[in-house]
């Protein structure tokens, strides 16, 4: 059916508002969640937001899986799918030391039989969990968790619940979306939303969350999106997997055009640098790590040239081209000083 015979019922005039609307909301949901620089206020968001959905539930025609208004979760699943990545989703080697940079540096010159300084993108290494969307024509078409690097589970519904994620990739630069574009980066709950959650939680009478990893990731494994839509559920991009209808020549290059089409990106990202910057940059993350606002649990270290990535190659399931540095574990000592017992509502 063309979207004429679809739309024969609705004028002219309110299939332009409609469409106006969308494309004004996710403009203003890329200025607040993405560049936290917002240009109208609050109530004006939420007035355009009744307006549309009065509109949509007015004609169920309407409805579209990009529009804005759908990030309120959609009816419940009885069990997730599962689907293959088109390409595996790796894991990092780890290193632990100033040595373990130096050693992977030297491999990876070694390899490229070349003296001269490799450059190296260093970016936080997030702890949440990974995710992988596909955009087919510039529209988020699937999203599944990592899984087992092979096969993820499909949890499409969910993920369009994040506010930071467009439904809709951005044209940027070139003026044009990839035909197929596979992003990959990490959901978290920053530190602020994961102590609100939990002050809920406890208020109704439910276990909270042992920290915010396990908060993401509970709530991001919900059949009922409509409950993952209330979880504060954010979003960096790191990465792609595979892509058509576009060419990149460098790590940074990459994340650089995902900013462009809509993508938050770890402002931390530490650019083309040599290896001695990058041991630099450790050590300034560790310093930052407690004032971020959100959690990390190292520095990724990738080499930033594709070419030179392409060279070095994957082992069994990391690439040769990147390490993990993570911080040492935090180790406190408490005193329980304590023990209130309360009864509960129920
Ligand atoms: S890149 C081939 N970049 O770490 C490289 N991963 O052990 C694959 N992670 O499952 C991942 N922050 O969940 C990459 N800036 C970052 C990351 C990052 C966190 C996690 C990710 C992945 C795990 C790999």
Avoid: C
């Avoid at 007015?58 to 009816?75: C, F, I, K, N, W």
């Avoid at 010159?109 to 490799?118: G, L, P």
């Amino acid at each position: 059916m063309s979207d004429e015979t679809v739309n024969a019922g609705t004028s002219p005039e309110t299939l332009a508002r409609v469409e106006e609307l969308r494309r004004e909301l996710h403009r203003h949901n890329y200025r607040y969640y993405v560049l936290d620089d917002p240009e109208i206020s609050d109530a004006e968001y939420d007035r355009m937001m009744q307006e549309l959905t009065g509109l949509e539930k007015a004609r169920p025609e309407l409805a579209s899986p990009d529009s804005p208004t759908l990030r309120v979760g959609a009816p419940p699943l009885s069990k997730f799918n599962t689907v293959a990545h088109t390409l595996p989703m790796l894991s990092l080697d780890n290193g632990f030391s100033e040595g373990d940079m130096h050693d992977f540096d030297r491999r990876v010159r070694r390899k490229m039989e070349t003296d001269t300084q490799v450059l190296y993108t260093a970016e936080p290494k997030l702890d949440g969990l990974a995710v992988e969307l596909v955009y087919e024509d510039g529209r988020l078409t699937l999203a599944s968790t990592r899984g087992d690097g092979i096969m993820g589970e499909v949890i499409t519904e969910n993920v369009r619940t994040i506010r930071s994620i467009p439904l809709v990739l951005r044209k940027g630069k070139a003026d044009a979306v990839p035909s197929r574009l596979e992003v990959r980066g990490e959901v978290f709950i920053g530190l602020n939303e994961f102590r609100r959650l939990n002050k809920e939680r406890l208020e109704q009478d439910q276990q909270p969350f042992a920290n915010p990893r396990n908060a993401a990731a509970g709530s991001l494994r919900q059949l009922d999106s409509r409950i993952t839509a209330k979880r504060p559920l954010d979003f960096f991009a790191y990465g792609i997997g595979q892509v058509a209808g576009a060419e990149f020549s460098a790590h940074w290059e990459i994340l650089s055009t995902l900013k462009e089409h809509g993508f938050r990106i770890n402002p931390l990202t530490r650019p083309q640098v040599p290896i001695t910057d990058v041991i630099a940059y450790y050590q300034e993350l560790a310093q930052k790590r407690h004032s971020l606002g959100y959690e990390i649990d190292g520095m990724v270290v990738k080499v930033d040239d594709l070419a030179i990535q392409k060279e070095l190659g994957v082992r069994s399931r990391s690439p040769r081209w990147a390490i993990a540095w993570k911080f040492e574990a935090t180790q406190e000592t408490t005193r329980l000083l304590g023990i209130d017992v309360q009864v509960g509502r129920t």
